[in-house]
């Protein structure tokens, strides 16, 4: 079964299977966000459920009077009378269907807004072990779902409510004793029904889980497919989700398998008792202890609610269906972020200095809380300095960057921003003085110009621009078909490395933060691409707080201080000369990359 991301945030334990329709009560808010449409439904249910219950009447009369000639000329009128009901009947129920159907669809819309809203405000904790895969078949699967019930699904299961409602007053107002006959079926026909309803939901979820791993697995596949054909792997990957669709299938098939059986015991059941009814109609017409009229009106009414009972049972299914779903979705809409937004959030001083300070800091990712990653950090960066954070790799280096992004909150310690913690202030605003330029940068299938802005939204297209030209992306861009306003392939796709490294690039220069984070930010560009970017880099740092990650250590020869990380400790600072002259770690990777016996002269050649 596929992992329910639910749990992941918060730690707790997954939630069993749903055995009742409580979930969907989570949709009211959405529902009645839209009065007007709910009171047009309800308004036309009304009018439709009246119009069908008033045919049975004129029926009664027309047997009862209608076939004598002393009321030749009432015929007439009665077929007048029931032409102008089922006028009325047709108009109520095409409102009742465009009303419910709409709202249907603006409830579900709705519902996708906020979802994926509150997925954005979830934590990377959350998305270090949830599978992304999983994630989108709840938000369009299960949505999809939720729409076909809570539209036509629930036309129907109220139309047949209110016309099940409507005729079992009508039968007891017709002849009591036959409806005693009737309410004494109802538990009969009713009980199975639920108990069968029971096992649609719980095979129903088990379906939905199983799609959802498909899905999962499907989104990974075809997210990695040239590392898969790389390797010559796809008859496996197949084989892998063919196994995985077969379970879908197995389970899909249980599923359809209980609603069949609810569906035949359902209508068995219901007609049963309307042969029953109608055969003790029968012999009481026989012996005068009714019309023939009154026979055939209580007869129409239980008719009326045997279909009603029958059409419920059939849709039950898919409302059990639509409960499963809105509680896979609730799920996600459940699970709170880990790092929570303060209840009254501080400012942070203005204008921003960018003094960036990690005091005592002791933090283990979530995923994994017995390992700890960094171990009494103490790091003050002063406003407009550069430092280069350099050690091997797993020592923590870039986890500083996430506590500085506030991704994560210290398991000790605090992280502070011109000298207030983080954690006092909207994550809005501690991320506001911050640009990130990653290893693995992000791009999205959308215009370079867009990709570009998501530094700054408001920015204009001049600013947009410029950030290019400053990162050297410029000339690239200009190749392309339509230049700014190309359309990127999912994730970058079309863009060679050191491309789409410009890209997020530019888009840090954009923001025009405080503090720059650059990780390994030229890791992926040639020795010309390179020079460009770094030129450029080192104009944006004037004035600025800049932290470097690099491995690269002729990347960090500029920088005020050097800090060496090893460990998830602080084992050495200083400059440059300083470190080697040290002999420690920092003088050892030198070594390694430039070699024991001209590496500070050629270092200082690169860094000149």
């Known amino acids: 079964m596929a992992r329910r991301p639910a749990a992941v945030e918060s730690g707790a334990a997954a939630a069993p299977p749903t055995r009742s329709l409580r979930p969907l009560a989570a949709l009211r808010p959405y529902a009645f966000a839209h009065k007007g449409r709910l009171a047009g439904a309800f308004v036309a249910l009304v009018v439709a459920s009246a119009a069908t219950l008033a045919i049975p009447v004129a029926v009664r009369r027309l047997i009862d009077f209608g076939f004598s000639n002393s009321h030749r000329g009432m015929v007439d009128e009665y077929f007048g009378a029931m032409l102008s009901v089922v006028f009325v009947l047709a108009v109520a129920s095409a409102c009742r269907y465009w009303f419910v159907t709409t709202l249907g669809e603006r409830v579900v819309a709705d519902l996708r807004t906020a979802v994926f809203a509150h997925l954005t405000r979830l934590t990377p904790s959350f998305y270090d072990s949830a599978r992304s895969g999983e994630i989108v078949s709840r938000l369009t699967a299960d949505t999809t779902q939720i729409k076909s019930a809570f539209g036509v699904t629930a036309s129907q299961a109220l139309r047949n409510l209110f016309l099940f409602l409507g005729a079992a007053a009508m039968m007891a107002v017709t002849s009591p004793k036959l409806s005693l006959m009737v309410l004494g079926a109802i538990p009969a026909i009713v009980l199975p029904l639920f108990a069968f309803g029971r096992s649609v939901r719980r095979r129903s979820r088990a379906a939905q889980d199983t799609l959802a791993e498909a899905s999962a697995l499907a989104g990974e596949a075809i997210g990695s497919m040239r590392g898969v054909q790389a390797f010559n792997g796809e008859r496996g990957l197949v084989r892998r989700f063919s196994a995985v669709v077969e379970s879908a299938y197995d389970a899909a098939q249980s599923s359809i398998t209980a609603r069949a059986l609810l569906t035949g015991i359902g209508i068995f059941l219901v007609f049963a008792s309307v042969v029953a009814v109608l055969w003790y109609g029968t012999t009481g017409v026989l012996s005068g202890e009714m019309s023939a009229g009154t026979l055939g009106q209580f007869v129409l009414y239980a008719v009326f609610s045997a279909a009603a009972i029958g059409e419920l049972s059939n849709v039950w299914g898919e409302i059990s269906q639509a409960a499963g779903s809105a509680e896979r979705l609730n799920e996600l809409l459940r699970t709170a972020p880990s790092v929570a937004e303060p209840a009254s959030p501080r400012s942070l001083p203005a204008p921003p200095r960018g003094a960036l300070a990690f005091e005592n800091v002791t933090f283990a990712y979530p995923a994994e809380p017995s390992t700890t990653v960094l171990n009494g950090v103490s790091l003050s960066v002063a406003p407009g300095e550069t430092v280069a954070i350099v050690g091997p ?106 491309q789409r490294q410009r890209v997020a690039v530019a888009r840090a220069l954009l923001r025009d933060a405080a503090v720059l984070l650059l990780d390994e930010a030229t890791s992926a560009l040639d020795a010309e691409s390179e020079t460009l970017v770094q030129e450029a880099l080192a104009a944006t740092r004037a004035g600025r707080t800049t932290i470097v990650i690099a491995h690269r250590l002729a990347t960090v020869l500029a920088a005020d201080r050097i800090v060496v990380v090893e460990g998830g400790r602080i084992v050495e600072e200083g400059s440059h000369a300083e470190l080697v002259a040290r002999r420690g770690l920092y003088a050892r990777l030198a070594e390694l990359q430039f070699g024991r016996h001209d590496g500070p002269r050629r270092m200082e050649i690169v860094a000149g």
Do not use: W
Not at 411 to 432: F, H, K, N, P
Not at 475 to 483: N, V
């Open 393 to 498: 790799s797993g020592a923590g280096k870039s986890t500083l960057f996430h506590l500085a992004l506030r991704f994560y909150d210290p398991t000790a310690g605090r992280v502070t921003m011109d000298g207030v913690d983080i954690r006092l202030t909207t994550l809005e605003e501690a991320r506001s003085r911050v640009a990130l330029v990653p290893q693995d940068p992000v791009v999205f299938a959308a215009s370079v110009r867009d990709n570009i802005r998501l530094g700054r939204e408001e920015a204009s297209d001049a600013e947009v621009e410029a950030a290019a030209k400053l990162a050297g992306a410029e000339r690239f861009i200009a190749s392309l078909p339509q230049g700014y306003d190309t359309i990127l392939g999912e994730r970058g796709v079309t863009l060679s490395g050191g």
